[in-house]
C-alpha cells in the first residue's frame, strides 16, 4: 500500500513518487492537523459548496475557508491526510466522503481559486491560506535554523517576436549557487517545466546534480557539506501529483513556491518571482499573514514581477498595469515590480532597473530561443561567465537576492524613492566577482558531487 501518493504518476515524476514514500514514512497527519487545530474547527461545517459559492457570487475567502478549501484537495492527493480528516469530511458532505468524491473535490477547489486568480484576483488571505495548506502536506520539514530561498511561479510568457518564443537562463535557480558561493546558507525549491522547456529541475541535473535524496539525514548532510540544497516538487509534497493527471492549470505555481520542506522555526529569506497573473505585493503580504499566523518564520522577503519595455512610466501599484505588461517571473532587463516584506510588515511596492545595480542590459542579448540546448547552453555560459550579458543579468537577480538576506532588515535599504542603490550596486559588485573568479562553479561542483555520494 501507498505511505502516501493516491494519485500515481509516470516517468521521472514517477521516480521523485518512490523516493517521496520512503520519505512519508516519518509523516504524521494527525501532527498537522493538531498544529491548525484552531484554524481547522470548522473544516466539519465547511462544505466545498458553500466555498463556491461564495466565490461565484463574487467574494473573497478568508484565510481560514482557504485552508479548509485546502483541505478537500490534499484529500485527493494525500493517503493518510484523507483518513486522518475522513469524519470532518463525513459531516461537512452530509454522507460518505468517498474516494471518488474526494478526487472531484480536490479538482473543484483547485479549479475554483486558478480561475478566481485568472479572471479576478486572489487575496494575500487565500495566498497565505494556500501555502498553509500546501506546508501540511510537506512530507519532510527540515530544521535549518535560517535559510535564503530563490524560486519563482514560472508560467511567464517570455520574449515574443518575429513568431518565434524567446525565454532566458534559469535565473532564480543558477542565482541559488551564487548565493550559495558567498557562504549563505541556500536553499532552492523547483520542478519540472511549465513554460519553458527547461524548469529549474530540468536545469539542475542537466548540470549533473542528483534530485533524489533518499531521507531528511541526507538532505541535512548536504546542506551541512554544501551550504545548499535542491528541493524537487515532486520529490517533498503530494499536491502537484493532482494538476499532473489533471494536465491543466490549477494552483500549483502559487503553493508549490511557497511551501519548501523546512520546519516553522526556520527563518526564511525570500527571493521569488510571480507571473502575470498575480500582483507581487499579493505574495508579499501573503508573507506577513504567514508570519502572523505561525505558519512560516519570515525574515525579509522580495517578491518580483519583470515587464516589458513599454512600461517606463509604470504605477508599481496599478496591477493591471503590471498584469498588461509582465513577461519575466524574474527581474526584467527592462524594469521590474519589487514588493517588499519584512517579517509582519509591508514595506511597498517598488520600480526596480539595471541601473540600479550599475548597469545596462541589452535585452536581445539575454534572450534565448525555448529550446532545451539552446537554454542549457546559456545557463552554462551565465555561469562562467563567458557571456558577458547573461553574466551581468545572472549577477544583477542574484543581487537583489543578497539585498534581501543583508539589508532588507534596515532601516536606511529603503525610502519613499525606492531601494537603495548603493546597498544595490554593491551587491551587484559581489555576485558578479563570484561568477567570474570561479567561486559559483566550484560550489554548483561540491553540490554534484555531494548530491552523487562522491564527498
Known amino acids: 500500500m501507498s505511505q502516501i501518493s493516491k494519485i500515481l504518476l509516470q516517468g521521472k515524476k514517477q521516480q521523485k513518487q518512490m523516493v517521496r514514500e520512503k520519505l512519508a514514512l516519518g509523516y504524521e497527519a494527525e501532527a498537522r492537523i493538531k498544529e491548525n487545530e484552531q484554524l ?18 463574487g467574494g473573497d475567502l478568508t484565510f481560514e475557508e482557504t485552508l479548509c478549501g485546502m483541505c478537500y484537495l490534499l484529500a485527493a492527493t494525500n493517503y493518510p491526510f484523507a483518513v486522518v480528516c475522513q469524519e470532518a469530511f463525513n459531516k461537512a458532505c452530509d454522507g460518505i466522503f468517498s474516494e471518488q468524491r474526494a478526487l472531484a473535490s480536490g479538482t473543484a477547489f483547485a479549479k475554483l481559486m486558478a480561475d478566481k486568480e485568472s479572471f479576478r484576483v486572489l487575496t494575500p488571505e487565500e495566498v497565505a491560506g494556500m501555502a498553509a495548506g500546501g506546508l501540511m502536506d510537506i512530507v519532510i520539514r527540515l530544521n535549518m535554523g535560517r535559510v ?6 514560472g508560467a511567464d510568457t517570455g520574449f515574443a517576436g518575429n513568431g518565434v518564443t524567446k525565454k532566458t537562463i534559469n535565473a532564480s535557480t543558477l542565482a541559488s549557487f551564487v548565493l550559495a558561493s558567498l557562504k549563505l546558507p541556500v536553499i532552492k525549491h523547483g520542478s519540472y517545466s511549465s513554460t519553458s522547456v527547461v524548469g529549474s529541475t530540468e536545469a539542475i541535473e542537466h548540470l ?20 545548499f540544497c535542491y528541493f524537487d516538487a515532486h520529490w517533498c509534497k503530494t499536491i502537484h501529483d493532482l494538476s499532473h493527471l489533471l494536465m491543466i492549470e490549477t494552483i500549483n505555481h502559487v503553493v508549490g513556491p511557497m511551501s519548501p520542506p ?4 526556520t527563518e526564511i529569506n525570500k527571493l521569488m518571482g510571480v507571473n502575470k497573473k498575480i500582483h507581487p505585493s499579493v ?21 518580483v514581477c519583470g515587464l516589458d519595455k513599454n512600461c517606463e512610466q509604470i504605477d508599481p501599484n496599478n496591477f493591471e498595469q503590471v498584469k498588461k505588461h509582465a513577461i519575466l517571473d524574474e527581474l526584467s532587463p527592462y524594469v521590474s515590480v519589487v514588493s517588499l516584506a519584512h517579517a509582519d510588515r509591508f514595506l511597498g511596492n ?16 539575454i534572450q534565448v530561443v525555448n529550446e532545451e540546448s539552446q537554454i542549457q547552453k546559456a545557463n552554462k555560459d551565465a555561469l562562467s561567465g563567458e557571456n558577458p550579458q547573461l553574466k551581468d543579468f545572472l549577477a544583477m537577480n542574484a ?3 543578497l539585498f534581501v538576506e543583508k539589508y532588507l532588515g534596515l532601516p536606511e535599504a529603503v525610502s519613499v524613492n525606492g531601494l537603495n542603490t548603493g546597498f544595490l550596486q554593491e551587491c551587484f559588485k559581489v555576485c558578479s566577482q563570484a561568477i567570474l573568479s570561479g567561486k559559483t562553479l566550484r560550489i554548483l561542483e561540491k553540490y554534484v558531487k555531494a548530491s552523487n555520494g562522491m564527498v
Open 40 to 57: 481547522l474547527h470548522s473544516l466539519s461545517y465547511t462544505p466545498l459548496k458553500d466555498l463556491d459559492k461564495k466565490v461565484g457570487n
Open 148 to 153: 535564503v530561498e530563490t524560486c519563482g511561479m
Open 208 to 227: 549533473g546534480v542528483r534530485t533524489n535524496m533518499d531521507s531528511a539525514k541526507e538532505a541535512m548532510d548536504i546542506w551541512n557539506d554544501c551550504g
Open 262 to 265: 523546512i520546519t516553522r522555526e
Open 283 to 303: 505574495v508579499a503580504r501573503a508573507y506577513t499573514i504567514l508570519h502572523q499566523r505561525r505558519q512560516q518564520k519570515i525574515g525579509s522577503v522580495a517578491i
Open 350 to 365: 517598488f520600480l526596480v532597473r539595471p541601473s540600479d545595480f550599475g548597469i545596462e542590459l541589452i535585452a536581445e542579448k
Open 399 to 401: 543581487a537583489l537576492g
